[in-house]
Each structure stands twice: as C-alpha cells, then as structure tokens.
C-alpha cells in the first residue's frame, strides 16, 4: 500500500496474555519506529529499527515488550503478560532515515 | 537531554479567528529538526513542517505559518483565520541531527486545538 499499515486496529486483550501488534511500513523505508500515545498525552518513542537491527530500544519500558523486523519490511511489537497500564495506542511510523517520519493509524490496545 | 513543551494544552477558538500554538524546545545538539504535526479525530499523525536548526527563515504556507527563533528555541506554528476543519491535537516535535540522527522524534504532549463554527 502507499502509507503505513497497522494491524489490527483495535485490540482488546485481557490481563495477562500476550499480544502482538503489526507494522508494514511504506516500501523501501529503511527506518521503522514504534511510539506509544496514552490517553490525553504526546507520543512516547518506544525503539527503532534501521533495517532489520534495533540500535536504539532505550523506550521499550519493560522486559515484557519486545520487537522484531524482518529486513527492511514487516515489524512486529509483542507485549507479554500484558496488563492495564499498557492500554494505549500503539503508532507505527517509517522513514527513510532523515526525513519526515510516516505514521499508521495505530493499534488501540485495552486490557481489561 | 531533550525535551519539548507545549505550554497549552488545550485552545479554543471561534471560526475566523487566528490562533498560535507555541513550542518551546531543549537540546544540547547545535544541529537539530523541528517538526508539527497533526493529529485529527481519526488518530493519524500528519506531517505539516520539518526545519532544520541552521534555517531560522520563517515559512508560510496557506494558512499555516511557523516562526523559528533560535533565541528563544522556540517554534511556534500560527493558523490564520482557522477553520473548524482545523479542530485536531497539534503536536511539536525534535529530532537530533548530525551523525546522531536517526530520525527518532522526541514530542510534546500536544496541544488540542477546537475550533468553533
């Protein structure tokens, strides 16, 4: 597709399982970068990816989070045992490095 | 440590009327990126602005207009005669430059802007 796409688009999950969330950024976008948006606040940046490496992770806030990328393509945010302080939206954004950052819809994540 | 603060958190306003969001900013980098985005009710940010630190020339651009003063490290993002179209969150944002960039952006906690008709 032409933009940033996230999957799914809401999620509601409850406390203590697993989730995974989904990015495809645009094509041909090297860097890829998660960033979560509580209720009323800005975006907290959570790590980034350059390729399919991750040399900045200094936002993800527990051990529980975790992410992956597959070459310069999909990447995939896992939060384990999940619990309700990690209700948020869950953004999704690509560049090619320097420029403007693409942002997804987001994946609205409620743990009940 | 950088930081960005959106002193206002929430602007409300009457159609027509021209309203102006401020950001204030901290780096210790000497190269820099400044951003605004929006964010409408339907969740998506969109991009309006990238300026990097060494372009202080103010830009206009429609109806939107930003003032970069260095001297005050401020980036402040103007709407003139807003439009109810215009209700949103506005978000600042900085990215460090030079070899240390790597696109991350650091934002404020973002301004909702509700314009009345």
């Known amino acids: 597709g032409a933009g940033v796409s996230q999957s799914p688009s809401n999620k509601v999950t409850e406390k203590g399982k697993d989730v995974e969330l989904r990015c495809d950024p645009i094509?041909?976008?090297?860097?890829l970068y998660w960033y979560r948006q509580r209720l009323g606040q800005g975006l907290e940046f959570l790590i980034y990816?350059?390729?399919?490496?991750?040399?900045?992770k200094s936002g993800l806030p527990s051990d529980r989070f975790s992410a992956e990328r597959t070459g310069e393509s999909v990447s995939t945010l896992t939060i384990q045992r999940t619990q309700q302080e990690d209700s948020a939206v869950y953004l999704c954004a690509s560049s090619l490095g320097t420029v403007e950052a693409f942002f997804g819809q987001g994946t609205r994540l409620t743990v009940v | 440590a950088q930081k960005v603060t959106q002193a206002q958190t929430e602007i409300s306003v009457v159609e027509k009327e021209d309203v102006t969001l401020d950001c204030v900013y901290e780096t210790r980098d000497t190269t820099y990126y400044l951003f605004w985005y929006k964010q409408p009710p339907s969740g998506e940010l969109v991009f309006l602005i990238r300026?990097?630190?060494?372009?202080?020339q103010n830009e206009i651009s429609g109806r939107y207009s930003w003032n970069f003063q260095k001297s005050t490290s401020s980036f402040n993002f103007t709407i003139t005669a807003s439009q109810v179209v215009d209700s949103a969150v506005y978000f600042c944002a900085l990215s460090e430059g030079g070899s240390g960039n790597t696109g991350k952006l650091i934002f404020g906690q973002g301004t909702t802007l509700q314009v009345k008709p």
């Open positions: 094509s041909g976008h090297t860097a």
């Open positions: 300026r990097n630190s060494f372009d202080e």
């Open positions: 990816f350059q390729g399919n490496s991750a040399p900045d």
